[in-house]
């Protein structure tokens, strides 16, 4: 499956953005999705993930209360909605699939699509 991240920009400290991963196949809703996000000269991390049914859901602490991972299997795409954003939640944030539906930060994700820049001013 190819995967295609946008909705980044430049937005104020305390904003919001709604970033998109759209996906070119059906199978895209028998897949989980995960959101990760690499910031200048810092390793990628975890930011949130979502099995194939939706039905659960796992966020990294730092985005946890400001941040919700959704999807519209209908429309092949998984939603990260960005509330209440940080200084430090400026970084490029990238979608991945988990092949077997799960969802969390221990599972395999394959199939990275281009990231999306997102920038938050101070």
């Known amino acids: 499956v190819q995967l295609q991240a946008s909705g980044g920009g430049l937005v104020q400290a305390g904003g919001s953005l709604r970033l998109s991963c759209a996906a070119s196949?059906?199978?895209?809703?028998?897949?989980?999705l995960g959101w990760f996000r690499q910031a200048p000269g810092k390793e990628r991390e975890f930011v949130a993930a979502?099995?194939?049914?939706?039905?659960?859901?796992y966020y990294a602490d730092s985005v946890k209360g400001r941040f919700t991972i959704s999807r519209d299997n209908a429309k092949n795409t998984v939603y990260l909605e960005m509330n209440n954003l940080k200084p430090e939640d400026t970084a490029v944030y990238y979608c991945?699939?988990?092949?077997?539906?799960?969802?969390?930060?221990?599972?395999?994700?394959?199939?990275w699509g281009q990231g999306t820049l997102v920038t938050v001013s101070s």
């Open positions: 991945a699939a988990d092949y077997f539906g799960g969802a969390g930060p221990g599972r395999e994700y394959k199939s």
């Open positions: 196949e059906r199978t895209f809703s028998s897949y989980g």
């Open positions: 979502i099995n194939w049914s939706g039905l659960s859901t």
